[in-house]
C-alpha cells in the first residue's frame, strides 16, 4: 500500500491504566483524549526543552477527551481547568505523555 503524503492535524490518544482508590486498590480506567498531533520537529523540540514539564506537553496537546465522567456517572464537559484536576493525579500526566508519543508513531509492518 502507498504511503499518502497529507498532513494529520488529530491525534485520539487510548489512554489507559489503574490508580489506587481510597481503599488501596487499584481502580482500573480509561478514556481518550482527542489530541493536536505534533510533527517530529514540534516532538523533538519538547524532548529537548530541559525546562519544559510533561504536565505543560499534555496541556499543550489536549483538546478535549471521551469518557471522562464524574461521580455520578455523568459525562465531563472538556475545559481546561477539568484538565488540570485531571493532571493533578501523580503519574497520569506522564503516562498521557508516554501513550502520546507510543501512539503518534510510525511502527513497522510485517
Known sequence: MAFILK???KLPVLVKGALPGEDGKSVNFEFTLNCKR???GDIDAVMKD???EVKGFVQKVAE???GMLD???NAVPFASEKLDELLDNP???LLIMHTY???VSATAKN
Open 64 to 66: 478535549g477527551w471521551d
Open 71 to 73: 461521580a455520578d456517572g
Open 101 to 103: 508519543l507510543e501512539q
Open 7 to 9: 498532513k494529520l492535524n
Open 50 to 52: 530541559k525546562k519544559g
Open 38 to 40: 505534533l510533527t517530529q
Open 91 to 93: 503519574g497520569l500526566p
